[in-house]
């Protein structure tokens, strides 16, 4: 039998965390799911839990002049109702599960969760995302792109939680989202697909592109968007061969019950052509 | 008299909406004991030793050796052991029951459990033949001697998978010499004839009551009388009340599901004519026989579609292979059928360069015409005018020209199909004999006793509405129990589309007589199922009449598919149907969305597939169904078309709103993406496989 602990402030859950091994549970959408046992048991936790989802100074959305920060804790139905997110964000979170399970489910959750198929993670890569992580005596940063190693593999330190994202404000031109799922409504991705871009007098001055579900991590690279920033949108789209021979070889997905790697590969440079193809001059 | 039609509330609506309605995981005994399965961890081969750990007290294990009767489930054909002695023909074949009060220390025992397997090389492909028909039709083959030529094409069909939202479960308890199962069931005759057999014991001595059904689809026809029997077995010996309960994975990975199937056509064309056709139809019937035999009947005497088709030369196998048992499923055989004819059809004018709609529609069957086993279409056959309707209310004509352009990918399809009501050939006569019964009450209340199930598509409210029309009595006087097979005759299986057409004629008549002795005070009146004397069947060399009466319908798809996804967007859809007379016009509303979202979502989405004999889609995660917002908008025309053996005229409508989905959505998006389709679903992964690779 594993003990559970309901953390009812910050101070309490991290002093626990110092203590001993935690399997830290948030909205548990994830866990409860991923820890199932028959109808009428008990969750087949295999480690001691510690809930967070009572801790409410971590559930809130902010802003200063640079960022926008989300707590931990923060519903998805919260993130979806808030004018202070970016419409990309809402436009991922109401494309995940259900109204039910995103009244409990959280951003952390998808992060920590760290499945190739998390759809927040396309667009919180996008977006440049940086999570504040606290232990006891520790706050530190770090990029979710260098926090998310693996799949469902974090850089989290047995003492620590994810306290918030934090999102840094930019201007694009344009950006969007699209999940590829089997059907409309609560469907896990077969690929997913985040872009944007700015323009400023016909030059490409920014331009973003991330995977989802085709490799073991989102897959971004600054070293090909950088290739191509400072071009003109006329030349930009005149390389549009380059562009997806660049990410060509970046797009590894693999076949599984849901979908196969051809089909995830075609369509994710579909995806990227259809992006390419639409920017506008200005 | 007010019009039967006219729509009242489900009598269900308000104990399923608030809850209230008490499903078998509801249920609770005092002393309970839960009961878990062993299975086979390999696909073929044999147990060669099971090493058990110590079982602890109040605990049980419970197998082959503990089957007094026959160790066989009885079905129609009888090759299901209740437990396997020790061959293996599937992965997760049931081995035992491991049974006790707590399911923490059950799994405990299973997980300890050891089995030493000699494994053999398990058939997956199609080759191992275990029934095979064929039947003739006016020349058969000979017409092919003087054809002009011959057009042949191939189609496919998958597993498809009922997904009830209850799944399979029942409890059973032990009073003196008499075992009682209740469960979630569409059949409490089947499930008490196989525990007869299994237990040995005198009828009178088990009882089957149905509990609240949550969802079917023919899943529980066949599937609950293994599992049935399996816990009567235990109940028997161990005499404590049990219960046993799939878990959905469990569920997903071991019962019954459509057979994929594969048919081959060729036709002989002469003067740009189909003078007949040739078939073959394989469908893969799983490691045991079961109903199989009986589906691919249903899907070869659905050959010709809703045409009619002079010179027939029709031929089909079941193959066992090592997987999954398949059986029931809503359709029965024909929703594979249906699509692969109405594809060819469509792929022969294409080839013949003639405009497909006038080529189907000139062939289409007609009253007196003869069936592909050379039975007659006796009644009114209203397929013009439907058609005439879902053209014009779904504006085909301009949308199917629109839509020839190949850069703008929508497209819409039109499926014509029909269904034969009621059990194939001979059954009701000679397997069935339906018998109903109905009480009066002294306090002037009518009670219905009928072995029909509730499982939702509201036979409980349809049956009492009829009963009280006829009475001319309120609703509420007539009383209509989940049927318990200690009180009420076997009036046959919740199947086969036959429930409101042949029960619900039985119980009309019944309900006639009842009407003119009302005054007596207390009487019961019994009818048994008379075949009309001019419906003749031979089963062994198919000839003559397979069903006494048909449906009729046409489906209507809209579709869009994204260029750059490949995904299909469902538009609209646009239904006709003769069902014959609605006894009540929402009920069949009811079936008329549910069964074109099952069809249609046969046909375009639901992937289910096999991998060395392990299905990989085991639960509703990877099992894609359309959700509410896959479905669009659906509008629905009823056309009244009474059968003279029909309660005020009824037919089946159950299973006919299915059948005509897949090849409807099939052919939209062959329309969409201006490339032959030849196999369902017709997922993303192949409309870009077809996009990208085939010819036109
Ligand atoms: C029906 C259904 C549909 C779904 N649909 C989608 C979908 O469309 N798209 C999608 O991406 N996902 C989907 N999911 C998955 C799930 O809902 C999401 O991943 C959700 O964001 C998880 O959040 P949670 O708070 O419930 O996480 P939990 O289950 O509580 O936790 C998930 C993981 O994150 C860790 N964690 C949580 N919070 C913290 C923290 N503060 N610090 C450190 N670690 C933490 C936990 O330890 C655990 O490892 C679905 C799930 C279900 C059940």
Same mark, same amino acid.
């Given at each position: 039998?594993?003990?559970?602990?309901?953390?009812?402030?910050? +101070?309490?859950?991290?002093?626990?965390?110092?203590?001993?091994?935690?399997?830290?549970?948030?909205?548990?959408?994830?866990?409860?799911?991923?820890?199932?046992?028959?109808?009428?048991?008990?969750?087949?936790?295999?480690?001691?839990?510690?809930?967070?989802?009572?801790?409410?100074?971590?559930?809130?959305?902010?802003?200063?002049?640079?960022?926008?920060?989300?707590?931990?804790?923060?519903?998805?139905?919260?993130?979806?109702?808030?004018?202070?997110?970016?419409?990309?964000?809402?436009?991922?979170?109401?494309?995940?599960?259900?109204?039910?399970?995103?009244?409990?489910?959280?951003?952390?959750?998808?992060?920590? +969760?760290?499945?190739?198929?998390?759809?927040?993670?396309?667009?919180?890569?996008?977006?440049?995302?940086?999570?504040?992580?606290?232990?006891?005596?520790?706050?530190?940063?770090?990029?979710?792109?260098?926090?998310?190693?693996?799949?469902?593999?974090?850089?989290? +330190?047995?003492?620590?939680?994810?306290?918030?994202?934090?999102?840094?404000?930019? +201007?694009?031109?344009?950006?969007?989202?699209?999940?590829?799922?089997?059907?409309?409504?609560?469907?896990?991705?077969?690929?997913?697909?985040?872009?944007?871009?700015?323009?400023?007098?016909?030059?490409?001055?920014?331009?973003?592109?991330?995977?989802?579900?085709?490799?073991?991590?989102?897959?971004?690279?600054?070293?090909?968007?950088?290739?191509?920033?400072?071009?003109?949108?006329?030349?930009?789209?005149?390389?549009?061969?380059?562009?997806?021979?660049?990410?060509?070889?970046?797009?590894?997905?693999?076949?599984?019950?849901?979908?196969?790697?051809?089909?995830?590969?075609?369509?994710?440079?579909?995806?990227?052509?259809?992006?390419?193809?639409?920017?506008?001059?200005? | 008299?007010?019009?039967?039609?006219?729509?009242?509330?489900?009598?269900?609506?308000?104990?399923?909406?608030?809850?209230?309605?008490?499903?078998?995981?509801?249920?609770?005994?005092?002393?309970?004991?839960?009961?878990?399965?062993?299975?086979?961890?390999?696909?073929?081969?044999?147990?060669?030793?099971?090493?058990?750990?110590?079982?602890?007290?109040?605990?049980?294990?419970?197998?082959?050796?503990?089957?007094?009767?026959?160790?066989?489930?009885?079905?129609?054909?009888?090759?299901?052991?209740?437990?396997?002695?020790?061959?293996?023909?599937?992965?997760?074949?049931?081995?035992?029951?491991?049974?006790?009060?707590?399911?923490?220390?059950?799994?405990?025992?299973?997980?300890?459990?050891?089995?030493?397997?000699?494994?053999?090389?398990?058939?997956?492909?199609?080759?191992?033949?275990?029934?095979?028909?064929?039947?003739?039709?006016?020349?058969?083959?000979?017409?092919?001697?003087?054809?002009?030529?011959?057009?042949?094409?191939?189609?496919?069909?998958?597993?498809?998978?009922?997904?009830?939202?209850?799944?399979?479960?029942?409890?059973?308890?032990?009073?003196?010499?008499?075992?009682?199962?209740?469960?979630?069931?569409?059949?409490?005759?089947?499930?008490?004839?196989?525990?007869?057999?299994?237990?040995?014991?005198?009828?009178?001595?088990?009882?089957?009551?149905?509990?609240?059904?949550?969802?079917?689809?023919?899943?529980?026809?066949?599937?609950?009388?293994?599992?049935?029997?399996?816990?009567?077995?235990?109940?028997?010996?161990?005499?404590?009340?049990?219960?046993?309960?799939?878990?959905?994975?469990?569920?997903?990975?071991?019962?019954?599901?459509?057979?994929?199937?594969?048919?081959?056509?060729?036709?002989?064309?002469?003067?740009?004519?189909?003078?007949?056709?040739?078939?073959?139809?394989?469908?893969?019937?799983?490691?045991?026989?079961?109903?199989?035999?009986?589906?691919?009947?249903?899907?070869?005497?659905?050959?010709?579609?809703?045409?009619?088709?002079?010179?027939?030369?029709?031929?089909?196998?079941?193959?066992?292979?090592?997987?999954?048992?398949?059986?029931?499923?809503?359709?029965?055989?024909?929703?594979?059928?249906?699509?692969?004819?109405?594809?060819?059809?469509?792929?022969?004018?294409?080839?013949?360069?003639?405009?497909?709609?006038?080529?189907?529609?000139?062939?289409?069957?007609?009253?007196?015409?003869?069936?592909?086993?050379?039975?007659?279409?006796?009644?009114?056959?209203?397929?013009?005018?439907?058609?005439?309707?879902?053209?014009?209310?779904?504006?085909?004509?301009?949308?199917?020209?629109?839509?020839?352009?190949?850069?703008?990918?929508?497209?819409?399809?039109?499926?014509?199909?029909?269904?034969?009501?009621?059990?194939?050939?001979?059954?009701?006569?000679?397997?069935?004999?339906?018998?109903?019964?109905?009480?009066?009450?002294?306090?002037?209340?009518?009670?219905?006793?009928?072995?029909?199930?509730?499982?939702?598509?509201?036979?409980?409210?349809?049956?009492?509405?009829?009963?009280?029309?006829?009475?001319?009595?309120?609703?509420?006087?007539?009383?209509?129990?989940?049927?318990?097979?200690?009180?009420?005759?076997?009036?046959?299986?919740?199947?086969?589309?036959?429930?409101?057409?042949?029960?619900?004629?039985?119980?009309?008549?019944?309900?006639?007589?009842?009407?003119?002795?009302?005054?007596?005070?207390?009487?019961?009146?019994?009818?048994?199922?008379?075949?009309?004397?001019?419906?003749?069947?031979?089963?062994?060399?198919?000839?003559?009449?397979?069903?006494?009466?048909?449906?009729?319908?046409?489906?209507?798809?809209?579709?869009?598919?994204?260029?750059?996804?490949?995904?299909?967007?469902?538009?609209?859809?646009?239904?006709?149907?003769?069902?014959?007379?609605?006894?009540?016009?929402?009920?069949?509303?009811?079936?008329?969305?549910?069964?074109?979202?099952?069809?249609?979502?046969?046909?375009?989405?639901?992937?289910?597939?096999?991998?060395?004999?392990?299905?990989?889609?085991?639960?509703?995660?990877?099992?894609?169904?359309?959700?509410?917002?896959?479905?669009?908008?659906?509008?629905?025309?009823?056309?009244?078309?009474?059968?003279?053996?029909?309660?005020?005229?009824?037919?089946?409508?159950?299973?006919?709103?299915?059948?005509?989905?897949?090849?409807?959505?099939?052919?939209?998006?062959?329309?969409?993406?201006?490339?032959?389709?030849?196999?369902?679903?017709?997922?993303?992964?192949?409309?870009?496989?077809?996009?990208?690779?085939?010819?036109?």
């Amino acid at each position: 039998m594993v003990d559970g602990l309901i953390a009812k402030s910050l +101070n309490e859950a991290l002093e626990a965390l110092d203590n001993k091994e935690y399997q830290i549970v948030a909205g548990g959408t994830d866990m409860l799911i991923q820890n199932r046992s028959h109808s009428g048991m008990n969750i087949d936790y295999k480690k001691d839990v510690l809930y967070i989802n009572l801790i409410d100074e971590l559930d809130f959305i902010k802003v200063d002049e640079k960022n926008l920060y989300i707590g931990a804790n923060t519903r998805l139905e919260t993130i979806l109702e808030s004018k202070l997110v970016p419409q990309i964000l809402r436009d991922v979170v109401i494309e995940m599960a259900s109204p039910g399970i995103r009244h409990t489910a959280t951003l952390a959750g998808n992060i920590g +969760n760290a499945s190739p198929a998390g759809d927040s993670l396309v667009v919180l890569y996008l977006l440049d995302c940086e999570l504040e992580i606290k232990s006891l005596t520790k706050t530190r940063k770090v990029l979710l792109k260098d926090f998310i190693t693996g799949v469902r593999k974090i850089a989290l +330190n047995k003492n620590e939680l994810i306290t918030k994202l934090i999102i840094p404000k930019i +201007n694009l031109t344009d950006c969007y989202f699209h999940k590829v799922g089997p059907r409309l409504s609560d469907a896990i991705s077969k690929l997913s697909f985040a872009c944007g871009y700015s323009v400023e007098n016909s030059i490409i001055k920014d331009l973003r592109v991330a995977f989802g579900a085709v490799y073991v991590t989102v897959v971004r690279s600054r070293e090909v968007e950088g290739k191509f920033i400072g071009q003109s949108v006329n030349d930009l789209k005149a390389n549009l061969d380059d562009i997806i021979n660049a990410y060509e070889p970046l797009i590894k997905p693999i076949d599984d019950q849901r979908s196969n790697r051809v089909y995830r590969k075609n369509v994710a440079i579909n995806l990227l052509r259809e992006f390419i193809e639409n920017i506008k001059e200005d | 008299m007010k019009d039967i039609s006219k729509s009242i509330n489900k009598v269900d609506n308000e104990e399923k909406i608030s809850g209230s309605a008490e499903y078998i995981a509801d249920i609770k005994m005092d002393g309970m004991l839960y009961a878990m399965t062993l299975r086979s961890s390999i696909v073929k081969g044999e147990i060669i030793k099971i090493s058990y750990p110590k079982i602890p007290d109040n605990y049980y294990v419970i197998d082959h050796k503990d089957v007094q009767g026959k160790n066989i489930v009885k079905i129609i054909y009888d090759d299901m052991p209740i437990f396997t002695t020790k061959k293996i023909s599937y992965l997760h074949e049931p081995i035992a029951l491991v049974i006790g009060p707590e399911k923490e220390k059950i799994v405990e025992i299973l997980d300890s459990i050891e089995i030493k397997y000699k494994e053999e090389e398990p058939q997956f492909e199609w080759e191992d033949s275990v029934v095979d028909f064929h039947f003739d039709k006016g020349e058969g083959e000979r017409v092919f001697d003087h054809a002009d030529k011959v057009i042949s094409y191939d189609y496919e069909t998958g597993y498809q998978e009922q997904a009830y939202i209850e799944t399979q479960g029942f409890i059973g308890y032990q009073d003196g010499d008499k075992t009682t199962l209740i469960g979630s069931i569409q059949c409490p005759y089947y499930v008490k004839n196989a525990l007869i057999q299994a237990l040995d014991s005198e009828p009178e001595n088990v009882r089957v009551i149905q509990s609240t059904v949550g969802g079917a689809f023919g899943g529980k026809e066949e599937f609950p009388s293994l599992i049935g029997c399996q816990l009567a077995v235990a109940v028997k010996k161990i005499k404590k009340p049990i219960q046993l309960i799939y878990e959905r994975e469990e569920d997903m990975l071991v019962t019954t599901k459509r057979h994929p199937a594969k048919i081959h056509f060729d036709a002989a064309i002469k003067e740009n004519k189909i003078k007949g056709i040739k078939a073959h139809v394989g469908i893969d019937g799983g490691a045991t026989i079961g109903l199989s035999g009986v589906v691919l009947s249903r899907a070869m005497l659905a050959c010709s579609g809703a045409y009619t088709i002079d010179n027939l030369d029709i031929t089909g196998d079941v193959y066992k292979t090592n997987t999954v048992p398949n059986g029931a499923f809503r359709g029965f055989g024909a929703p594979q059928m249906m699509f692969a004819i109405e594809m060819f059809v469509e792929h022969i004018a294409k080839d013949l360069n003639i405009d497909p709609l006038e080529f189907r529609k000139s062939i289409l069957a007609k009253q007196n015409d003869h069936t592909s086993t050379n039975g007659v279409y006796r009644d009114p056959i209203l397929m013009p005018e439907m058609i005439e309707k879902a053209m014009k209310e779904s504006d085909y004509l301009r949308k199917k020209k629109a839509y020839a352009n190949p850069n703008i990918f929508k497209g819409i399809g039109m499926s014509f199909f029909f269904h034969g009501c009621g059990f194939t050939g001979s059954g009701e006569k000679k397997i069935i004999k339906a018998r109903v019964r109905l009480r009066k009450h002294k306090n002037n209340k009518a009670e219905i006793l009928i072995a029909a199930v509730d499982m939702g598509q509201g036979v409980k409210t349809t049956f009492r509405k009829l009963v009280a029309n006829i009475l001319e009595i309120d609703i509420e006087n007539v009383i209509f129990n989940n049927p318990d097979t200690d009180y009420v005759p076997d009036s046959g299986p919740t199947v086969a589309s036959r429930t409101m057409m042949i029960v619900g004629g039985l119980v009309a008549r019944a309900a006639k007589e009842m009407k003119q002795r009302w005054r007596e005070d207390e009487f019961v009146v019994e009818k048994q199922y008379k075949q009309p004397d001019y419906i003749k069947y031979d089963e062994e060399n198919f000839i003559g009449d397979a069903y006494p009466a048909y449906s009729w319908g046409v489906n209507v798809v809209e579709v869009e598919v994204s260029k750059t996804t490949y995904q299909v967007k469902l538009v609209k859809t646009w239904s006709v149907y003769d069902g014959g007379k609605a006894i009540d016009e929402k009920v069949v509303l009811g079936q008329a969305d549910g069964g074109l979202a099952q069809g249609v979502g046969y046909g375009y989405l639901e992937v289910m597939n096999h991998k060395q004999g392990k299905i990989q889609q085991k639960n509703m995660t990877d099992y894609i169904i359309p959700t509410a917002k896959d479905m669009p908008d659906m509008e629905t025309y009823l056309y009244d078309n009474p059968y003279a053996f029909g309660p005020y005229g009824a037919k089946g409508v159950g299973e006919l709103t299915l059948v005509g989905g897949a090849p409807a959505v099939a052919k939209a998006i062959e329309n969409a993406i201006n490339k032959r389709i030849y196999k369902i679903p017709v997922t993303p992964e192949y409309i870009m496989e077809l996009i990208n690779n085939a010819k036109n």
